[in-house]
């Protein structure tokens, strides 16, 4: 019975990953071979894995927004924001101790599940367009924190504050940790729950979903919440690695965390998408990414690169989806 | 008759879809200025031949001929070019343009490298009168009724002065009424020479304006009859290949059971004024009336769809308040939508995912998440008693057929366990035999003493299946048919307002 289980999981995962874990493997396979010897070693992978790991919880989140039909703008300025309000609280209640810093780290999962909260509000009650209201807490936040800070730098007063961002946790740093854990997290709650069920039906079929005593504001409420909860996470982690924020900081998050879910197959319009797909999708970028630099690729031109890898992948999507 | 030259002629036409035989050996020809019927049950190959026709499909053998001689018609443009029109089921029109702009839409007239827009609205003007439609050419497609679209349609195809006019299943979205309007227009057209061909699933509608009838059954030529050789029966016997006994069960006596939800002078802005009725246990009620009487809206409001202005609700006596579809569900109660498509089922979502979803927190909870083994084994139990023919449960619904997706959509609500089902066009465009599947399903349900709310177009259908039906008019109950009242000339009556002295009944 438990092999059976076990056969059609496998069964089912093939057939809906197909074209995405084949992209995965023989980008593996190219980097191994260009950036040989180098690329595979420990040290390396564990560099790619902690460098998208930042942007990549919030692409998990994002990807919910996406299915639920709707984008977050707003998500790199939001991360600015909740992190630079967070060494303000952590410098005020726990300038010295490790109570202090679990205290803000709820602290930023509380604010950024609240930033988020706003856009969702905005966008499930007031029916505004997501794509606009996000314009303009993107904004909003930016100045905010910019305000704040002087537009200076951020600095945490706190000595252990540090240790979280940059330590290793059975080999793998602490935010790589926090993207497996968030990501395990939301791809049951895509899968195996109702409010996954609702999420993808309501962004298939707004009417359709209302029609099915679906509570649609909710359904499109949440997702934004969820975001604003990763949002809070990579905030703590990004800021404790460097032990401060600069309030231009994480500028183009939202472009990052928006590739990995269309790589993973999240489509745009809404109503289909996956958690694992955008798990691989971040790495996909990573590995890019880390083939150009070790390359002597100019850094100006790894975005280019990027933006072409988003381009086909959405190619590749709207052609699948064409051949219905 | 033979006097007649022949201006379509197909012969031998075959269509296969990755080797799936759609069409086997088709040979028809149509005359100069008949009106043709094509019926058929869903998936008999109707809509295939005509998409062969208008080019929309490639053949995969045969020939066409038109005027005797032999044409390749590759692209839909190629058809229009050769006087080929098609008045599709589903519009093709732009909602944010005014008629005139769409009836030009891909054939516009021009001065210079401007649109010569004066000169589109006076030929969409006189094209319009010709066809004796009353529509303003400079209206938004998107403020017009159902009808009036089929008319800019039709007058789309006219402009380009076609010589074959297609009508696929037309009179679906049309009430009584309307149809005449449209069956008025059509002897016009022919009038002018037009030869058309009308697909239909409504016989009566077939034998009335038809002049010939090919029956088609499974990608098979059946039969070309003149109409005068023709009756319902007849004609549903070739299309389903065996006899078709009666397609409404016999109906259910509810007069003395008591009601269990009763309706008092509920309002909403514009749309309803004062609609009271009641609905008592075990009984199939019906609700006609034209498109946008208010019927839909009546159902929807109840079911907290929409804002109530005023007006009482009431189910086993006590008064209930509504806000959101999920208290109604949570009442017993279940309303299945006219818009199967665009309000019912997710197309994407397979059998299992589309069945469960209103009753998933209820049924197919275990600790906090989907028990996905229950959710297949009750997906299991419904296409076994609902007869649902899917190559594969784990298919999403957009590959079905529309018989298909109405079961599951129906089984859906069937796995709340309501009390009241309503059920609005519930078997619009679907085939015979999936519809009398869906009426005995309604009737067994009702002895079950599960009350039925039947909204209706067809009138057949609510002749057929109701003892009691409410006919609404503008919004308001124009009045409510007992027993014997129910006929067709009633309806049409209270539906139309022409009629004086009917009886009432609460």
């Known amino acids: 019975m438990g092999e059976n289980k076990f056969m059609t999981y496998v069964r089912k995962f093939r057939l809906k990953e197909h074209s995405l874990g084949m992209a995965f493997i023989v980008l593996m396979i190219i980097a191994t071979i260009v950036g040989w010897p180098n690329f595979l070693k420990v040290r390396n992978l564990t560099n790619i894995l902690r460098q998208i790991s930042y942007t990549g919880i919030i692409g998990l989140g994002m990807t919910l927004i996406i299915i639920s039909g709707g984008i977050d703008l707003s998500v790199g300025s939001m991360t600015a924001f909740v992190g630079g309000i967070s060494i303000f609280f952590l410098n005020r209640f726990g300038p010295d101790s490790t109570m202090g810093i679990v205290l803000t780290f709820l602290f930023a999962l509380l604010l950024g599940s609240a930033c988020g909260a706003l856009n969702g509000v905005m966008v499930a009650r007031f029916k505004m367009a997501p794509f606009i209201v996000t314009l303009g807490t993107m904004s909003i936040f930016r100045s905010l924190i910019q305000y704040f800070s002087n537009a200076g730098t951020i600095l945490s007063v706190n000595m252990d504050y540090g240790k979280l961002g940059s330590s290793m946790f059975l080999g793998l740093p602490i935010p790589v940790w926090c993207f497996i854990i968030v990501g395990l997290v939301l791809h049951v709650l895509l899968n195996h729950t109702s409010f996954g069920r609702y999420l993808c039906a309501t962004g298939a079929n707004e009417q359709v979903a209302r029609y099915s005593a679906i509570k649609v504001s909710v359904v499109k409420f949440l997702p934004y919440v969820i975001t604003g909860f990763t949002v809070g996470i990579t905030a703590i982690m990004w800021s404790s690695r460097l032990n401060c924020i600069n309030p231009s900081d994480c500028a183009g998050y939202e472009m990052d965390a928006i590739a990995a879910a269309v790589i993973g197959g999240t489509l745009m319009s809404g109503g289909k ?48 989806g064409n051949s219905k | 008759m033979d006097e007649t030259p022949n201006i379509l002629e197909l012969e031998g036409i ?222 549903a016997r070739k299309m389903v290949g065996r006899d078709f006994s009666q397609v409404f069960p016999e109906k259910v006596d509810s007069s003395g059971k008591p ?67 999920r208290e109604a569900v949570d009442h017993g109660l279940a309303y299945i939508s006219e818009d199967r498509q665009g309000k019912g089922i997710v197309m994407d979502y397979d059998i299992p995912k589309n069945i469960s979803l209103i009753s998933l927190k209820e049924k197919y909870k275990k600790r906090g998440l989907i028990d996905k083994a229950k959710e297949a084994e009750s997906s299991e139990h419904y296409i076994k008693e609902f007869n649902i023919v899917a190559a594969s ?96 000339e009633n309806i049409v009556f209270n539906a139309t307002g022409i009629q004086k002295g009917m009886k009432q009944d609460g």
Not at chain 2, 259 to 273: A, D, G
Not at chain 2, 293 to 308: F, H, N, S, W
């Open chain 1, 273 to 320: 998408g996956s958690i694992i797909g955008t798990m691989m999708g971040a790495i996909m970028l990573g590995i890019i990414n880390n083939m150009l630099v070790m390359g002597g690729i100019s850094a100006f031109l790894q975005q280019a690169v990027k933006g072409f890898v988003i381009i086909v992948a959405v190619l590749l999507q709207y052609n699948s």
């Open chain 2, 14 to 235: 075959v269509k296969e879809f990755s080797s799936v035989r759609v069409l086997d050996r088709v040979s028809m020809s149509i005359r100069q200025g008949e009106i043709m019927g094509l019926i058929g049950e869903n998936g008999a190959g109707k809509s295939t031949l005509i998409k062969i026709v208008t080019g929309i499909y490639q053949k995969t053998e045969g020939t066409v001929r038109l005027d005797g001689k032999q044409v390749n018609i590759p692209d839909y443009i190629t058809a229009k070019g050769l006087g080929i029109g098609i008045v599709p089921q589903e519009f093709n029109l732009i909602n944010y343009l005014t008629v005139y702009e769409n009836i030009f839409l891909g054939n516009e007239r021009n001065r210079g490298i401007f649109l010569d827009k004066s000169a589109m609205r006076g030929e969409a003007r006189a094209q319009l009168a010709a066809l004796k439609m009353p529509l303003d050419v400079d209206k938004a497609v998107s403020d017009l009724s159902v009808a009036e679209k089929q008319m800019v349609e039709i007058a789309k195809a006219m402009v380009l002065d076609a010589r074959i006019l297609i009508f696929d299943e037309p009179t679906t979205t049309l009430t009584a009424v309307e149809v005449q309007h449209l069956f008025a227009l059509m002897r016009k057209l022919k009038e002018q020479g037009v030869t058309m061909i009308f697909i239909s699933h409504k016989l009566g509608e077939v034998l009335s304006i038809c002049d010939r009838v090919t029956v088609l059954r499974d990608g098979i030529l059946v039969s070309v009859d003149p109409v005068a050789d023709l009756d319902t029966t007849i004609m």
């Open chain 2, 259 to 325: 009601p269990i939800l009763e309706v008092e002078n509920l309002s909403c802005p514009v749309l309803l004024k004062d609609v009271s009725f009641t609905l008592r246990k075990g009984e199939i009620l019906g609700f006609a009336g034209l498109v946008g009487a208010g019927r839909t809206e009546t159902m929807e409001a109840v079911m907290g769809l929409r804002k109530i202005e005023g007006g009482t609700i009431r189910l086993d006596g006590k008064e209930v308040r509504i806000h959101h579809p």
């Open chain 2, 393 to 488: 449960k784990r298919a999403a619904l957009r590959f079905f057929s529309g018989g298909n997706q109405q079961k599951v959509y129906l089984a859906r609500w069937m796995d709340t366990k309501p009390r009241i089902l309503i059920l609005d066009e519930p078997t619009r465009g679907i085939d015979i035999n999936a519809k009398r599947e869906i009426y005995e399903f309604i009737h067994r349900l009702a002895e079950d003493g599960i009350s039925c709310i039947i909204i209706s177009s067809e009138m057949e259908e609510v002749i057929g299946m109701c003892d009691r039906v409410y006919v609404m008019r503008e919004g308001r109950i124009a009045g409510c048919l007992v027993k014997e009242q129910v006929t067709e």
